[in-house]
């Protein structure tokens, strides 16, 4: 993590050609570079978000953050933003993946691409990059504990979301997933279950569950953080990162 | 778990929010993830106006026993008050 950086706002063309708000945080002192799409979680573009963000360009690897919420709320805070489209019912899927394709594109035509882009989601945002994954030419996938990946929500749920298991056959990138042994959404069965369908459908991957560890380990701005689980969860993520988009 | 769950309701009432004094048309009620209350989920209460914009809100966030404990109170509070000041702004 010694590498200089450059951070800034900048605007990139998501779906349906939307003028959206994303962060880039790119690695200035090297010629070219790997990158990642970092989808947020549900309570939005918020300052712990862009330190993950900054992290990444730090060891080596641009990073790019779409605002998913920029659409509705663009100026506002994170909380208020996310607040507001939580009362709308969250971002649609074929949004979100175009507003991922957005951020891969721009990445991509940066001079310091090597053409090479993965993506990362934390919480709702694991889901995302799951789907994004399946839909998208992204060279990686990561998952952090992402709810609704291999089950549906339950029957008697008002979440829209369906599960992505059933695209999992279209995934195109290495898939890495990262996951609390206590957490319930996801449960340790329904990683299981997505393990079961990559495995079936060819797919490389690999996911790693870490004891002591619930929903949310990484955010260090939570009461669920748990430094060991994200302390080796990073690890695994820059090493899959080395591996897949270096 | 980011549930999404949530109930929506109009109201008629006023909010302190950032900018000063406001109506407030909508109230959100669900339970997630906070923005700043220690816990991994609380029971939030949104009092927006949508139509002014995201920042028109005032929110909070609350332990599940502090939120019954509210909800009990102000219907201790509206039982107990004369009915006819309660039809003044019904």
């Given at each position: 993590m010694n590498h200089n950086l450059r951070v800034e706002s900048v605007i990139i063309s998501g779906h349906d050609g939307h003028q959206q708000e994303a962060y880039l945080a790119q690695p200035t002192d090297v010629e070219r570079c790997g990158s990642v799409v970092v989808i947020h979680h549900m309570p939005g573009y918020d300052a712990a978000t862009r330190e993950i963000v900054r992290r990444f360009a730090a060891n080596g690897f641009t990073a790019l953050m779409p605002n998913l919420y920029h659409r509705e709320a663009p100026g506002a805070s994170p909380d208020d933003a996310a607040a507001f489209v939580r009362a709308?019912?969250?971002?649609?899927?074929?949004?979100?993946?175009?507003?991922?394709?957005?951020?891969?594109?721009?990445?991509k035509a940066l001079p310091s691409s090597n053409g090479k882009v993965a993506s990362i989601g934390f919480c709702s945002g694991g889901r995302q990059s799951v789907l994004a994954g399946c839909r998208l030419p992204l060279d990686g996938v990561i998952d952090c504990y992402g709810a609704f990946v291999a089950v549906d929500p339950p029957a008697d749920s008002p979440l829209k979301m369906t599960s992505v298991i059933g695209e999992i056959g279209a995934l195109r990138g290495e898939f890495l997933g990262l996951f609390g042994a206590e957490d319930q959404y996801p449960s340790v069965e329904q990683n299981e279950l997505l393990a079961a369908a990559l495995s079936a459908a060819g797919k490389t991957f690999t996911i790693r569950t870490y004891e002591g560890a619930g929903h949310g380990f990484f955010a260090v701005d939570r009461p669920s953080y748990r430094p060991e689980a994200a302390n080796e969860g990073w690890k695994e993520i820059l090493g899959f990162l080395e591996r897949v988009v270096a | 778990m980011c549930t999404y769950e949530r109930e929506t309701l109009p109201v008629r009432a006023s909010g302190k929010t950032a900018s000063g004094w406001a109506s407030m048309t909508e109230a959100t009620v669900y339970f997630d993830h906070p923005v700043h209350f220690a816990a991994g989920h609380a029971l939030m209460i949104d009092l927006r106006d949508p139509a002014a914009g995201p920042s028109q809100r005032v929110a909070l966030e609350l332990s599940a026993t502090s939120a019954r404990a509210l909800a009990e109170s102000i219907l201790r509070t509206l039982d107990s008050t004369p009915a006819r000041l309660l039809s003044e702004l019904s």
């Open positions: 709308n019912g969250g971002v649609p899927d074929e949004r979100l993946v175009g507003d991922v394709k957005g951020a891969m594109d721009y990445l | -």
